[in-house]
């Protein structure tokens, strides 16, 4: 279903997405408004294996394949490598024979491997081979003229590019035969994407799923330690360069029932490398495996005029970058008691930490957004932000008087207008409870943007999807 989208609400670009090698993290980076958007799944982490096989190991019935060359099939519970069943061929004569499964037409240029169980009797085979399809027509054959011991399963595996012009909807493996009445097996078939050969899938065993109907579609392992549907929320901490590690302010906590939850990080420094570790919470109050991934919200690149980030804390959406044009320097007042003491030419003194460092900033803004700049000021705790040359930290800070918008040029024509303030930093705002705020983005937006709820179900297929606007 394709995301609606409305041209004026600003949107997440670019789209590029990092996930956690566990797969239950996620983060994007929105470089509009220098933020993360986060995301975590412990529900559906991310595949680590897939089988194109749409009937793997014969399970029910031998729907899905098909049989090749001089020889009978049989479904059998005999014997299996997996499961309960496995294919039984008898050859008719001399010849190759054997079975095809049918996977997904897979185009040019992709690689798949193919990776079959056999066993095969002491005598009567002289050949094994594994082959890709295309209907009946045989794409390409790998031969295993090494044989297997025989009366045991051994597993032959194989790779092979998708050539120009053709498609491959079938794999397969044969035996070759001296004589009629020969016996040999065949079960677990995995036909992968790629030229890494995993473990066998298929949607029967303990951690794998179906993607359709049981042993009629493909299938993945997607094994999670996190125990999805006994969770409740999740805590995301971000760790900081310098290794400080503080809490996300959407993500202290945030909901994510059965393991599915969202935030937003507007307070990530900027041009240096972060750490994001996401941690479920279960029902009982006890807490699950974690899960970290690292980003970069890139800073205003050397050159651009409007290198100041200044964000409203409350309300992303009202943040806005300016240009620095009076930057005097910080200060950072002495915390000092002193006393004469008598027969010393030397006071006693006492003191205490200094204060933070604080500087009177000067911005120039255009015309259009010298209400937004007002409005922006006024909107309680800000948050300063530069590219990390400027060797200034980010500061959190209420403005105190401001002055401004002063023109610079004649009034009523002027091309851009000024302000200046101070920027002295106080604690971060606590983030314990807080609601997720997305710059753009809320209930209000979405009433606005759409007529009924059956349109918002109709253009988002998740909770998850609709917190952040299509993101997640």
Request: hydrophobic share 40%; net charge negative; proline share 9%.
């Given at each position: 279903?394709?995301?609606?989208?409305?041209?004026?609400?600003?949107?997440?670009?670019?789209?590029?997405?990092?996930?956690?090698?566990?797969?239950?993290?996620?983060?994007?980076?929105?470089?509009?408004?220098?933020?993360?958007?986060?995301?975590?799944?412990?529900?559906?982490?991310?595949?680590?294996?897939?089988?194109?096989?749409?009937?793997?190991?014969?399970?029910?019935?031998?729907?899905?394949?098909?049989?090749?060359?001089?020889?009978?099939?049989?479904?059998?519970?005999?014997?299996?490598?997996?499961?309960?069943?496995?294919?039984?061929?008898?050859?008719?004569?001399?010849?190759?024979?054997?079975?095809?499964?049918?996977?997904?037409?897979?185009?040019?240029?992709?690689?798949?491997?193919?990776?079959?169980?056999?066993?095969?009797?002491?005598?009567?085979?002289?050949?094994?081979?594994?082959?890709?399809?295309?209907?009946?027509?045989?794409?390409?054959?790998?031969?295993?003229?090494?044989?297997?011991?025989?009366?045991?399963?051994?597993?032959?595996?194989?790779?092979?590019?998708?050539?120009?012009?053709?498609?491959?909807?079938?794999?397969?493996?044969?035996?070759?035969?001296?004589?009629?009445?020969?016996?040999?097996?065949?079960?677990?078939?995995?036909?992968?994407?790629?030229?890494?050969?995993?473990?066998?899938?298929?949607?029967?065993?303990?951690?794998?799923?179906?993607?359709?109907?049981?042993?009629?579609?493909?299938?993945?392992?997607?094994?999670?330690?996190?125990?999805?549907?006994?969770?409740?929320?999740?805590?995301?901490?971000?760790?900081?360069?310098?290794?400080?590690?503080?809490?996300?302010?959407?993500?202290?906590?945030?909901?994510?029932?059965?393991?599915?939850?969202?935030?937003?990080?507007?307070?990530?420094?900027?041009?240096?490398?972060?750490?994001?570790?996401?941690?479920?919470?279960?029902?009982?109050?006890?807490?699950?495996?974690?899960?970290?991934?690292?980003?970069?919200?890139?800073?205003?690149?050397?050159?651009?005029?409007?290198?100041?980030?200044?964000?409203?804390?409350?309300?992303?959406?009202?943040?806005?970058?300016?240009?620095?044009?009076?930057?005097?320097?910080?200060?950072?007042?002495?915390?000092?008691?002193?006393?004469?003491?008598?027969?010393?030419?030397?006071?006693?003194?006492?003191?205490?930490?200094?204060?933070?460092?604080?500087?009177?900033?000067?911005?120039?803004?255009?015309?259009?957004?010298?209400?937004?700049?007002?409005?922006?000021?006024?909107?309680?705790?800000?948050?300063?932000?530069?590219?990390?040359?400027?060797?200034?930290?980010?500061?959190y800070f209420v403005p105190g008087d401001i002055v401004g918008p002063t023109p610079t040029g004649k009034l009523g024509s002027s091309e851009g207008y000024r302000y200046t303030f101070t920027v002295e930093p106080v604690e971060r705002p606590h983030t314990e409870g807080q609601r997720m705020r997305m710059p753009g983005w809320s209930y209000d937006t979405v009433a606005a943007r759409f007529a009924t709820y059956d349109t918002v179900a109709a253009s988002y297929p998740t909770y998850a999807a609709l917190s952040t606007d299509g993101v997640t």
């Amino acid at each position: 279903m394709p995301m609606i989208v409305n041209p004026s609400a600003p949107q997440i670009t670019p789209p590029a997405r990092v996930v956690s090698p566990d797969g239950w993290l996620a983060a994007t980076v929105d470089s509009l408004w220098a933020g993360v958007v986060l995301s975590y799944d412990a529900a559906t982490p991310a595949d680590t294996a897939r089988n194109f096989a749409l009937n793997p190991s014969v399970e029910v019935d031998l729907a899905d394949t098909q049989a090749y060359g001089s020889s009978t099939r049989a479904r059998v519970t005999t014997d299996a490598r997996y499961g309960a069943a496995c294919v039984q061929h008898t050859s008719l004569g001399t010849g190759t024979a054997g079975t095809t499964w049918s996977i997904p037409p897979q185009g040019a240029g992709t690689t798949i491997t193919i990776s079959v169980w056999v066993k095969i009797p002491a005598s009567g085979v002289t050949n094994l081979l594994v082959n890709w399809r295309s209907g009946s027509v045989a794409l390409f054959t790998r031969n295993f003229p090494q044989l297997v011991a025989p009366g045991e399963w051994a597993q032959l595996t194989a790779t092979y590019t998708i050539a120009a012009g053709q498609t491959c909807d079938r794999v397969g493996v044969a035996a070759a035969t001296s004589a009629a009445g020969v016996v040999w097996w065949a079960d677990g078939c995995m036909a992968e994407v790629g030229s890494e050969a995993h473990p066998y899938v298929d949607g029967g065993q303990p951690g794998c799923v179906w993607d359709g109907a049981p042993n009629a579609s493909t299938s993945r392992r997607v094994t999670s330690t996190a125990n999805p549907s006994a969770i409740r929320k999740v805590r995301i901490v971000r760790q900081d360069p310098g290794g400080s590690i503080v809490p996300v302010r959407s993500a202290d906590t945030a909901w994510a029932v059965e393991g599915r939850g969202t935030a937003y990080d507007h307070e990530a420094p900027l041009g240096r490398p972060v750490v994001y570790t996401a941690t479920p919470i279960y029902a009982d109050g006890t807490t699950g495996p974690a899960s970290s991934l690292a980003v970069t919200v890139p800073a205003p690149q050397p050159g651009e005029d409007r290198d100041l980030w200044i964000k409203s804390v409350d309300e992303p959406g009202l943040s806005m970058r300016a240009m620095i044009v009076d930057w005097p320097g910080p200060s950072s007042a002495g915390r000092l008691d002193a006393l004469d003491a008598a027969g010393s030419p030397y006071r006693v003194v006492s003191w205490d930490v200094h204060g933070a460092e604080t500087y009177a900033v000067t911005v120039d803004v255009p015309p259009e957004q010298v209400e937004h700049m007002r409005e922006l000021l006024r909107a309680g705790v800000l948050l300063a932000q530069v590219r990390p040359e400027y060797l200034t930290p980010d500061s959190y800070f209420v403005p105190g008087d401001i002055v401004g918008p002063t023109p610079t040029g004649k009034l009523g024509s002027s091309e851009g207008y000024r302000y200046t303030f101070t920027v002295e930093p106080v604690e971060r705002p606590h983030t314990e409870g807080q609601r997720m705020r997305m710059p753009g983005w809320s209930y209000d937006t979405v009433a606005a943007r759409f007529a009924t709820y059956d349109t918002v179900a109709a253009s988002y297929p998740t909770y998850a999807a609709l917190s952040t606007d299509g993101v997640t």
